[in-house]
């Protein structure tokens, strides 16, 4: 049996992660922990060992368009509805003082 998650462990992660927890919400996270523990050790008396590891259910398969080059875009036309403009360039707020 897995080692049980105890009310001092749920705090002790909320705090980490900067959560407040009510003595409710702290109880009920601390069990649902206890059941994901559980459920990874039934998941690990499965015998696996002619199991490939994969990292997707699914086969992944890129799908490629054919590369082309194209006339860009004329600059007063990519401009044209910029909300707020400088000349030549999109002007945008401040973000660094």
Do not use: C, W
Not at 53 to 82: M, Q
């Amino acid at each position: 049996m897995a080692a049980k998650i105890t009310e001092k462990d749920v705090t002790h992660i909320a705090a980490l992660s900067r959560l407040k927890l009510s003595a409710d919400e702290t109880m009920m996270l601390g069990r649902q922990l206890n059941d994901i523990l559980l459920y990874i050790e039934k998941l690990n008396e499965l015998d696996t060992k002619d199991i490939e590891p994969t990292s997707h259910i699914l086969p992944l398969k890129n799908v490629y368009r054919e590369d082309r080059t194209e006339t860009p875009l004329e600059r007063d036309a990519a401009l044209s509805n910029a909300p707020d403009k400088n000349e030549r360039f999109y002007k945008v707020a401040k973000i660094i003082e």
